[in-house]
């Protein structure tokens, strides 16, 4: 398991490490944006289909179709416009999906996934609710900074913000919850990265889990 990990990560690393070379070494063109964008947009596809979205499936092949399409009729499609609404998309609809679930009677996303993994308790639920309101910020903020490079900065600047900062920040953004949630909270169970991606691995439906009462050692508060 872990050694699958590892080779997930190297993969991720060699995938950053070649869109920031070809965006900024390679000339335009709608098959280099095809390479790019594929990787991601296969992901999509299978992990929506697995999770139940039909719908986003369906219109990522879509999407992945049109760009071969495209490039196999010579159609001019401007890459470095593809490499920011690519950016820009994935940020938005995880920001998208993360809020959909802290509607009114919904469980949160992350108290979802939390479930899976431990008893959820009144303070968990109350906590993680918080949590995924707060990558919801996060997903808004990076669309918003990837915006504004784009717009006012050099290309090479914007695709090293995209490339590397992005991934930085999402890093920064786990180690940094992953501290704060145990000294705010030294009650909480620890959990690992593997728990949390078993926990994504059975699905991420509106299943919810017994709550239990509130207790002298985790208050709502």
């Not at 996060?138 to 915006?147: C, H, K």
């Given at each position: 398991m872990r050694m699958r990990y590892v080779v997930i990560a190297l993969i991720a690393v060699a995938y950053v490490l070649g869109s920031q070379w070809l965006m900024t070494s390679a000339p335009e063109s709608a098959w280099v944006a095809v390479a790019l964008l594929s990787p991601m947009l296969v992901v999509v596809v299978l992990g929506a289909w697995g999770a139940k979205h039909r719908w986003l499936s369906v219109g990522a092949t879509l999407l992945l179709v049109g760009l071969c399409a495209a490039a196999l009729f010579g159609a001019h499609v401007s890459a470095q416009v593809l490499y920011l609404a690519q950016h820009v998309g994935v940020n938005l609809f995880l920001g998208a999906w993360f809020a959909s679930t802290l509607r009114p009677?919904?469980?949160?996303?992350?108290?979802?996934?939390?479930?899976?993994?431990?008893?959820?308790?009144?303070?968990?639920?109350?906590?993680?609710?918080?949590?995924?309101?707060?990558?919801?910020?996060?997903?808004?903020?990076?669309?918003?900074?990837?915006?504004?490079?784009?717009?006012?900065?050099?290309?090479?600047?914007?695709?090293?913000?995209?490339?590397?900062?992005?991934?930085?920040?999402?890093?920064?953004?786990?180690?940094?919850?992953?501290l704060l949630r145990y000294r705010l909270h030294p009650e909480f169970e620890r959990t690992t990265l593997g728990d949390a991606i078993r926990a994504y691995r059975q699905g991420t439906g509106d299943d919810t889990s017994v709550i239990a009462p509130p207790s002298r050692t985790d208050p709502v508060k």
């Open positions: 009677g919904a469980q949160a996303l992350i108290s979802q996934l939390a479930a899976r993994v431990r008893h959820l308790t009144p303070g968990k639920a109350l906590y993680t609710r918080k949590l995924t309101f707060a990558w919801v910020i996060f997903f808004v903020a990076i669309v918003a900074v990837s915006i504004g490079l784009y717009a006012l900065t050099q290309f090479d600047t914007w695709a090293l913000f995209a490339n590397v900062g992005t991934p930085v920040a999402v890093g920064a953004m786990f180690v940094g919850e992953y």
